[in-house]
């Protein structure tokens, strides 16, 4: 079963790094040639010294002399022999880079594009943190055995190379130090087959490792807020002792097969210097072919790590290129239409017969109802009624299983991409603030004059605040707009839908934050802006609800009622329960205080 798994991955592997050369070809081949010039030039290097000591070093000890011109070519010989070679090992390792931090750079933009292209309910199914660590870590490992790619290559032009050289130099030492290619492979294979399950392991754990730390931080007010600071480090630390384990296993593995990777050069070395040793002394070889065997073998220790490197790194690529690719692969992604939306006017909505379920918990169920262009429609019912995901449905986050959502009576999977972006924006409830400036988080890449995003924080009841700040739209807001409050932030949102003059503007309990006259002037506002939109608003105040000219109120995912809140009021017991809830507590309190006041005045 391991030879199984080890042949597996080394074939994905090489799959994996075809991909890369197929990509990168030109770069490749470079760097292939520089590292073929560094290996033809390590061979020529032991060649230029065995000739150097044959006709420089050995006369110089026998005669006590050397001619000029033999020292000279020595010298020449040796220098453009290291020259070439140091300009094969940076053009190998500098191409090498580019091709790795190329294909790094692409995995990470085709990956976060498809993040962007898939669908919400994609999302829902997938944890932030693995998402972070497809897009980084991953990716980043996928691509790690290019780095050493050129030299493997150059490594085996290399042992041609060398094995010509020996071979022509002497045989019986070429055969002697040939041994050693053997033992080597095995011990490769065996490395292999030892480190593969563990390199897989330790990459998967990194990947949990940071989707915990993502979700201890993302979620750092609940665990700060609960106390749970102990519990959240003991489940980080449960897992990062694992990877922690992981690590010093593939370490260890690494640790007992590099020294004998390292040693087996040297074992041959040693066998060529004692066969050598003999043959010299009987006469059948000189000195310089053995200094040049010998020194071959020396300068063969280090390159033929290359490829251990290689396939050392090959286990982490296949569980880094599988994960990336499973992003990349995944379906789900929206089609679109080519119908333009193709008006500046209110846009009138429609919703016929729309269902949507999460797995089989069916959340929306033959929803219908439909929104007069420029008019204001509220969104009511309790929690769970399927408020949220109705509001999905509208921006088209997700599509629905049944039934349609129409713009101007063109259905949203009939639009060109875009053109929902340019007819619709939604204010969510969760307000999100980019750490830049206040003009950026409200553009957010529009090309807006400064009148217009003024106009749009007017609009938004938040002109008064911006002005008062120390670089007015210049001032940056921080992470997630720390330096602002609630209502601060929900009111530059709004100003950021509005900025962009929405055919249709969706609210999703968007001035929850805001005091209620605020949001009183906000919405007054928005239905009297010279260019108006239709407004729908998920809302739960009673003072907002009053403001629409329509009610609609879900209940378990269906339209019980819909009309005026007066009318709601008067025939709907559910609605009329739910949005007078928080008047019949105050009503409740005040009465159960009142007798105890009175019997205090009478005392």
Avoid at 16 to 35: C, D, H, I
Avoid at 39 to 50: F, R, Y
Avoid at 496 to 507: C, E, G, Y
Wanted: charged share 20%; net charge negative; hydrophobic share 50%.
């Amino acid at each position: 079963m391991a030879t199984k798994v080890t042949s597996a991955v080394m074939r994905q592997g090489l799959r994996v790094l075809g991909v890369a050369v197929r990509t990168e070809k030109a770069v490749f081949t470079l760097a292939v040639l520089a590292s073929a010039v560094y290996g033809g030039m390590t061979v020529a290097s032991a060649w230029a010294l065995g000739w150097a000591t044959q006709y420089v070093v050995q006369p110089a000890f026998a005669q006590g002399d050397v001619a000029s011109g033999a020292m000279w070519t020595g010298t020449f010989l040796i220098l453009g022999a290291a020259l070439l070679k140091a300009f094969g090992v940076a053009g190998r390792r500098i191409l090498a880079g580019v091709i790795q931090y190329r294909m790094q750079a692409r995995s990470r933009r085709d990956v976060t594009k498809q993040y962007l292209r898939l669908p919400l309910s994609w999302h829902h199914q997938h944890p932030t943190g693995q998402l972070l660590s497809n897009a980084s870590a991953d990716a980043e490992a996928a691509w790690a055995p290019l780095a050493p790619l050129p030299m493997a290559v150059g490594v085996i032009v290399m042992l041609v190379t060398a094995a010509v050289a020996m071979l022509f130099t002497d045989l019986v030492l070429a055969l002697v130090g040939f041994l050693i290619f053997p033992a080597i492979a095995v011990l490769n294979l065996i490395y292999q087959r030892k480190l593969s399950p563990l390199a897989t392991r330790a990459q998967q754990l990194r990947a949990e490792v940071s989707e915990i730390a993502h979700e201890s931080f993302d979620g750092a007010l609940v665990v700060k807020t609960l106390g749970r600071e102990e519990l959240e480090t003991d489940r980080f630390r449960r897992r990062a002792h694992e990877l922690r384990d992981a690590n010093i296993a593939v370490g260890r593995v690494r640790g007992l097969f590099d020294p004998l990777l390292e040693a087996l050069p040297t074992i041959g070395v040693l066998a060529v210097l004692a066969v050598g040793a003999m043959r010299l002394s009987g006469g059948s070889i000189d000195s310089g072919d053995l200094v040049q065997v010998a020194y071959l073998f020396t300068l063969l220790a280090f390159p033929i790590r290359a490829l251990g490197w290689v396939l050392a790194e090959l286990p982490r690529s296949v569980v880094g290129w599988q994960r990336v690719q499973a992003v990349l692969d995944a379906t789900g992604s929206m089609e679109y239409g080519r119908a333009s939306a193709g008006s500046t006017t209110p846009a009138a909505l429609e919703v016929s017969g729309v269902s949507y379920a999460y797995g089989e918990a069916e959340v929306l169920h033959d929803v219908t109802f439909d929104v007069p262009a420029g008019r204001t429609v509220a969104l009511v019912g309790p929690t769970g009624s399927g408020k949220s995901t109705l509001v999905q449905l509208l921006v088209r986050l997700v599509d629905p299983d049944a039934g349609q959502v129409l713009l101007d009576g063109v259905d949203l999977r009939e639009l060109a991409y875009g053109g929902i972006a340019e007819s619709v924006a939604l204010v969510p409830q969760q307000t999100f603030l980019f750490d830049d400036s206040v003009r950026g988080n409200i553009a957010l890449g529009l090309d807006a004059a400064d009148e217009d995003v003024w106009a749009a924080l007017r609009l938004a009841q938040a002109e008064g605040f911006v002005a008062r700040l120390a670089d007015g739209l210049d001032t940056r807001v921080g992470e997630r707009g720390a330096s602002l409050s609630g209502g601060q932030r929900q009111r530059l949102a709004l100003a950021r839908a509005v900025v962009r003059r929405p055919r249709l503007l969706i609210l999703d309990d968007a001035t929850s934050s805001v005091d209620p006259q605020v949001e009183a002037k906000i919405l007054y506002g928005l239905r009297d802006a010279a260019e108006a939109s239709t407004v729908v608003v998920v809302a739960y105040r009673m003072a907002t609800i009053a403001l629409a000219d329509e009610v609609v109120y879900l209940d378990h995912g269906r339209i019980v009622d819909r009309g005026t809140h007066d009318e709601l009021l008067l025939r709907c017991a559910g609605y009329r329960n739910l949005v007078t809830a928080y008047e019949r507590e105050e009503a409740e309190r005040a009465a159960m205080e009142l007798p105890v006041e009175e019997e205090g005045v009478s005392a």
